[in-house]
């Protein structure tokens, strides 16, 4: 179906969805949620998202899935059988965080492994839906070869192999195009951030929201973050604070800041040794004690803070 606007689409099934939510039978699905129909019709984006059990998937399969017949399928896939390595650190994974969240990258190579363009993916508990994203971006021919593949022109993805002699070679496996994706969760807060995760955005629209949030932060809280110079005069701007551990020196047990001592401060990385800078003498993290700093408090200072948080007495000094 084809509408005037996105607004028109939704408005059409909405009342769809309103009418399905009316049906009784519709209510006692396992699972269905607890909540009145227009907060549900309002978290909703139907047909492609809706906050309850979605009545249109059965259309969406209909409309794009191919019936199995066994006689003319000539569907045939090797079990994939690799060892898959992705790092957390891609923007798309940062973006928001959940127990359990699988790098989309990850997934994609088994999407690209079983399934042609256009084939149905399903998720059945799909957190904040990275299989989506990986179905989508099974179309981007930049993403798709940052995980080591090879594309040419028409969109043939190839695969090194290890050939005859032990010499590597290009094997093709695989096609450029999107996957359509089915993303199921118990949880509403899951689902909601798959759908926000793989509904399209007017990009142009969402920077300037961002940068309105923004600005309403930096009048409200930027204060927080200015600082006065040794003159005591010229304001600055926190952009960001550093901390170090520190340790006493196993030899001359004077303090060592581990950041100005032990890191190398173009890598960033942490040496295994290092050189005591008051006594010259080699150390490892190992043999080195934290450095504490211990101070009398009165009694009476420590009453003042309120409630013990162990005990709830106000009579701090007994901890």
Not at 37 to 54: Q, R, V
Not at 274 to 303: I, N, Q, Y
Request: hydrophobic share 30%.
């Amino acid at each position: 179906m084809t509408f005037e606007s996105d607004e028109a689409r939704r408005t059409y099934f909405t009342e769809k969805l309103r009418e399905r939510l009316r049906d009784p039978e519709f209510r006692k699905i396992e699972g269905f949620p607890i909540g009145e129909d227009e907060d549900i019709l309002a978290l909703s984006d139907p047909p492609y998202y809706t906050a309850c059990p979605n009545p249109f998937i059965g259309d969406f399969i209909k409309h794009y899935g191919k019936p199995y017949d066994p006689t003319t399928d000539d569907y045939r896939r090797e079990p994939f059988a690799a060892d898959v390595s992705e790092g957390k650190n891609d923007p798309i994974y940062n973006a928001h965080s959940y127990h359990t969240k699988v790098p989309h990258k990850a997934i994609m190579r088994y999407i690209l492994h079983y399934t042609k363009p256009g084939d149905l993916v399903f998720d059945g508990f799909c957190g904040t839906g990275m299989t989506g994203v990986a179905a989508q971006l099974c179309r981007d021919k930049s993403t798709v070869e940052s995980l080591g593949y090879s594309v040419d022109k028409d969109g043939t993805v190839y695969q090194q192999e290890a050939g005859e002699n032990g010499k590597t070679i290009w094997q093709r496996f695989s096609k450029l195009g999107a996957r359509r994706a089915i993303l199921n969760d118990l949880s509403p807060a899951a689902t909601f951030i798959a759908y926000n995760y793989n509904t399209p955005v007017d990009v142009h629209e969402f920077e300037r929201e961002a940068q309105r949030i923004l600005k309403e932060v930096e009048e409200e809280c930027g204060w927080m973050y200015e600082t006065l110079h040794t003159d005591g005069k010229t304001k600055g701007r926190i952009n960001y604070t550093v901390w170090s551990d520190v340790f006493d020196c196993s030899e001359c047990t004077r303090e060592i800041v581990l950041l100005e001592t032990a890191v190398d401060k173009e890598s960033g990385i942490l040496g295994d040794k290092f050189t005591c800078p008051h006594c010259g003498s080699s150390l490892t993290k190992r043999l080195m004690d934290r450095a504490w700093v211990a101070e009398l408090v009165d009694a009476r200072d420590l009453k003042s803070l309120g409630p013990c948080w162990l005990c709830g007495f106000d009579s701090r000094p007994r901890h």
